[in-house]
């Protein structure tokens, strides 16, 4: 079956800090790619995605490349701001399945 | 637009009662679920849907009954609730085979005692 590991944390960095956040799937056929971010209190919302091998998702600073060769889809944020602490969850779906998987979450805490 | 909308928000129960978590969604997508989630736990899915009518178990479905009677709402039902249901639960909709980004519910805080 399906599966996402991404890097466990929780991760604490300081403001304009590099992020890497890793995750890498198995999948049987060509899933799309997503990364969502879960704010406290709140639901997850998504944050890019990618559809396709090379695509690269991109949204508030945010991007993640979809690597068939390596199975991976690693979120990268050059300059992380206080106000990106969370919790990001990386997920596959494929087209003609009926459920997501979703990796465990990482928790990014940004200090100022 | 309000996407999908979980209710109630909060709820304490005690061992033994039952309540039902209503989830709706106004996109008229055909897949729902519905999943909790505990700490460094992850997401865990408690059921799913594929379209009106259908339902389907998911990792952790004991405990639980879902109904999908109308295609904007998916029912959660916890018959004889216990202390191991304390959790957040997430209500998820998605749209067809070709749409497969999630959208998500703001949550249900359920406690247990």
């Known amino acids: 079956g399906n599966s996402v590991t991404q890097m466990e944390g929780p991760v604490t960095l300081s403001e304009e800090a590099f992020l890497t956040i890793n995750c890498t799937y198995t999948a049987t056929g060509y899933p799309s790619l997503f990364w969502y971010v879960q704010y406290p209190g709140e639901g997850l919302q998504l944050l890019l995605k990618a559809t396709k091998a090379d695509d690269k998702g991109s949204n508030k600073g945010f991007e993640a490349t979809y690597r068939k060769e390596t199975t991976s889809f690693h979120l990268e944020k050059g300059s992380v701001q206080v106000s990106d602490s969370a919790v990001y969850f990386c997920?596959?779906?494929?087209?003609?399945?009926?459920?997501?998987?979703f990796g465990d979450g990482t928790t990014l805490t940004v200090k100022p | 637009n309000a996407g999908v909308t979980q209710t109630p928000k909060f709820r304490v129960l005690k061992t033994g009662q039952s309540m039902t978590l209503l989830c709706a969604q106004d996109m008229n997508h055909e897949y729902m679920y519905w999943y909790r989630q505990d700490p460094g736990m992850g997401l865990r899915l408690i059921h799913y849907?594929?379209?009106?009518?259908?339902?389907a178990k998911g990792e952790v479905p004991d405990g639980y009954n879902v109904s999908r009677l109308k295609k904007q709402n998916f029912l959660l039902g916890l018959e004889s609730a216990a202390p191991s249901q304390t959790s957040v639960y997430f209500c998820?909709?998605?749209?067809?085979?070709?749409?497969?980004?999630?959208?998500f519910g703001q949550g249900t805080r359920l406690t247990v005692v």
């Open positions: 849907s594929v379209g009106e009518g259908t339902t």
């Open positions: 997920a596959l779906s494929e087209v003609n399945a009926g459920k997501s998987t």
């Open positions: 998820a909709s998605r749209g067809g085979t070709l749409n497969t980004e999630a959208f």
